[in-house]
């Protein structure tokens, strides 16, 4: 299986901050990664796939860059909608796996 | 507009049984790859099961590969998970997904199921 590992677990940001999470994959992935955005009690919500597409309708202050087994989720300038639970999850092959999480919080 | 609603959760003992549904609507389910995900209480996320838009293939994680079957009911508009020998550690919120090519595009609010004597 492939491992997805996020850095960092927990990040301390305030509102206007410019945001990085970074995913790196135990294998080459290619650009087969996606992000997700998960607040307490909620569904995720997908935000990036193919590493770099931002879904539609998701702000474009979220942008997504890299490829191989190296990846970041940014976000230009943090706002109060925007704390919560990041996950990456390759999307190349199976079984789907998901980094553990960054949690962005104030 | 998409709409996902599981149901099908609740409290079960160790090595019992439930069957899991998800109602889909706003989008055409025979064409949709879809899976179901599910999140342990205070944990991540967790893929269990993909399944292609006739239902010809199927693919699971390893940790319930002969326990759980995903299937689907195009004419229904309904996705399944039929979950046997259940475990402790099976206890989440189990999410049913509408798939792109690969990714989660669309989620529902989840189903507890809860495994415990």
């Known amino acids: 299986d492939i491992q997805m590992t996020q850095s960092p677990s927990t990040l301390s940001a305030s509102v206007g901050d410019r945001v990085t999470i970074t995913c790196r994959a135990s294998?080459?992935?290619?650009?087969?990664l996606a992000w997700y955005q998960q607040k307490p009690g909620k569904a995720p919500k997908l935000l990036i796939y193919?590493?770099?597409n931002l879904e539609s309708g998701v702000p474009s202050r979220f942008s997504g860059s890299g490829s191989g087994t190296e990846f970041t989720l940014t976000v230009s300038s943090l706002q109060p909608d925007d704390f919560a639970t990041y996950y990456c999850?390759?999307?190349?092959?199976?079984?789907?796996?998901f980094g553990q999480g960054t949690k962005v919080e104030v | 507009e998409v709409q996902l609603v599981e149901s099908g959760g609740g409290l079960v003992q160790p090595g019992g049984s439930l069957r899991l549904s998800c109602a889909a609507s706003?989008?055409?389910?025979?064409?949709?790859?879809m899976s179901w995900l599910r999140q342990a209480p205070g944990k991540g996320l967790e893929w269990v099961a993909h399944i292609e838009q006739d239902g010809s293939e199927k693919h699971y994680v390893d940790s319930v590969k002969g326990r759980f079957t995903i299937s689907r009911d195009n004419a229904r508009n309904s996705l399944y998970l039929q979950m046997n020998s259940l475990r402790v550690e099976d206890t989440a919120v189990y999410y049913c997904a509408r798939d792109g090519s690969g990714w989660s595009v669309s989620w529902g609010q989840g189903t507890l199921v809860t495994v415990s004597s």
């Open positions: 294998q080459n992935v290619g650009i087969w």
């Open positions: 706003g989008f055409t389910l025979s064409s949709s790859y």
């Open positions: 999850q390759q999307h190349l092959n199976y079984p789907r796996t």
């Open positions: 193919k590493a770099s």
